[in-house]
C-alpha cells in the first residue's frame, strides 16, 4: 500500500494572517486541495492522509468530499506529523515491509504529476526518495555567521523540495533509534537516513513547484496558475 | 576611494526575451536605473561604474545624466569583469591600498541603502564581504546527482546576494595566483578569498534583495516596488 501524508501542521504565521497558509485560496480554491487531489489523482496512491493542527481538523475534513482523503491530527513537528501517520496507518491498515509513504508540504500545490510518480517509482526501487532542484544560488557556510568560511561547490548542492518517500517500517525504525537531542536537530526525515548510512534518492523537482510561504509567494502562486 | 562596481553583463536569454533583463523596466523605469542610482545615492561611494555587454554600452550611458555614473564594457565572467573594473580604475584614477569595489547584480534593484553602507563598513575593517541571508531551503548534498549523501545543518548555511566588496589590489592578486582552472571554477569573487585562506564577512542581506531571473521574479518585483 502507498500512502500519501500531506502536512499541514503550518499557522500560517509568516504570512501575517490568522488563517494558516494552507487554507488561504489561489484562483478561488484553497490551496490545501490544489495538493490533497494531485495526490489523489494518482491511481498508484491508495489513499491520502492530510495532518493538520487539532483546531484544524473538522474545517479541513469540510473541504473534502473525496472518500480517498483522510484528515487526522498532527504531530508537534514534521517528524512526529511523519510519526502519527505511521501509527494511524497501523491502527487502521496494519504496516507491512512494502507499506510506503509519500509525504509532501501542503503548500506545495504545484507538484506535478510525473513527480509524485517518479518518486513512487524511486522509493520502490531504493526505498527513500527526496525531490530537489540543483540550487540556483550560491550557497555560503559560515559557522559563526559572521565569517563565511567556505563556498561549497554549487554543482553538488540541490534545494530540497517535496514529495520524499520513505518505508514505514523503516522510517519509524530509524526515528526511534534517535536521541531526543537528535529528533530535535533532525528537521528533515531524509537526514534520517542520511546519518544512519542509508542512501537516498534524488529525484528531479520543477522550478514551479514552490512552498508558498511568505505574502509575494501569493502573487507567483496566482501568476503560476493563470501561466 | 570606494567604487561601485554593477554588473549588467546579462544577455537576458533565460526571461524569453531580445531584451537583457536589466533593461526591462519595473513600475516604467529600467531595472539598471532603480540598481545604479541607490549607489550614486550613497555619500561614501566616490564613482558608480557600470560594465555592460559590448553592444549595450551606448544604450546604457544614455540611461543615465548623473556625473557620478559611469558605463564601460564588461569582461567575458563575472570575474574578468571585475578585473575590467580595477584595471579601468587603475588607468583613471589610479589602485591604492585602501581602493575598495561594492560589486552588485544590476539585476538586484532592491538591495537597501543600509545593506550597502553595512558592507563599505565592513570592507573598511575587515577586507571583504559578501551579502547574504539565512538559507530558507533545505540544501541536499549529491555528488553524483543521483544520490543525496548528506543534508548539510541548514543553521550554518546561507543564500548569497549582492553587494560583495574588495580591496581591488588583493582581488586582483588572489585573482591573478589562480590557475586558468581555478578561474573557470570560481565563478564566486568570495571563494577567490576562502580558498586561498582569506576571511570574507558576511553582511545580513534582505528577502527582497531579489535577483529577477526569471519572468515571475518580474511579477514579484511589481509587488516588491508597490509594496
Redesign the interface.
Given at each position: 500500500m502507498i500512502y500519501a501524508v500531506i502536512a499541514a501542521g503550518g499557522i500560517g504565521s509568516r504570512m501575517g494572517s490568522e488563517l494558516p497558509k494552507q487554507y488561504i485560496k489561489i484562483g478561488g480554491k484553497e490551496i490545501i486541495r490544489y495538493t490533497a487531489e494531485k495526490f489523489s489523482a494518482v491511481k498508484d496512491i491508495d489513499k491520502v492522509i492530510i495532518l493538520c493542527p487539532e483546531d484544524w481538523v473538522s474545517f479541513t475534513k469540510e473541504l473534502f468530499s473525496d472518500e480517498k482523503i483522510t484528515v487526522i491530527r498532527g504531530g508537534k513537528t514534521r517528524n512526529e506529523t511523519l510519526m502519527s501517520a505511521i501509527d494511524f496507518i497501523e491502527a487502521t491498515d496494519g504496516l507491512d515491509d512494502d507499506t510506503a509513504l509519500i509525504t509532501h508540504d501542503a503548500v506545495r500545490p504545484f507538484v506535478t504529476t510525473e513527480i509524485i510518480e517518479n518518486n513512487i517509482d524511486a522509493v520502490l526501487k531504493f526505498g527513500a526518495t527526496?525531490t530537489?532542484i540543483p540550487?540556483?544560488?550560491?550557497?555560503?557556510?559560515?559557522?559563526d555567521?559572521?565569517?563565511?568560511?567556505?563556498?561549497?561547490?554549487?554543482s553538488?548542492?540541490?534545494?530540497?523540495?517535496t514529495p520524499q518517500c520513505f518505508k514505514a517500517l523503516k522510517l519509524r525504525e530509524l526515528y526511534e533509534s534517535l536521541s531526543d537531542e537528535e529528533k530535535e536537530?533532525l528537521?528533515?526525515a531524509?537526514?534520517i537516513y542520511?546519518i544512519k548510512g542509508y542512501?537516498?534518492?534524488?529525484v528531479k523537482g520543477d522550478?514551479c513547484n514552490i512552498?508558498i510561504?511568505?505574502p509575494?509567494d501569493l502573487?507567483?502562486a496566482e501568476?503560476?496558475l493563470k501561466s
Open positions: 527526496g530537489a540550487a540556483t544560488d550560491t550557497i555560503f557556510e559560515a559557522y555567521g559572521a565569517v563565511i568560511s567556505s563556498v561549497p561547490d554549487r553538488r548542492l540541490y534545494q530540497a523540495q536537530i528537521t528533515d531524509c537526514k542520511t542512501d537516498v534518492h534524488l522550478v512552498k510561504t511568505y509575494h502573487i507567483v501568476a503560476i
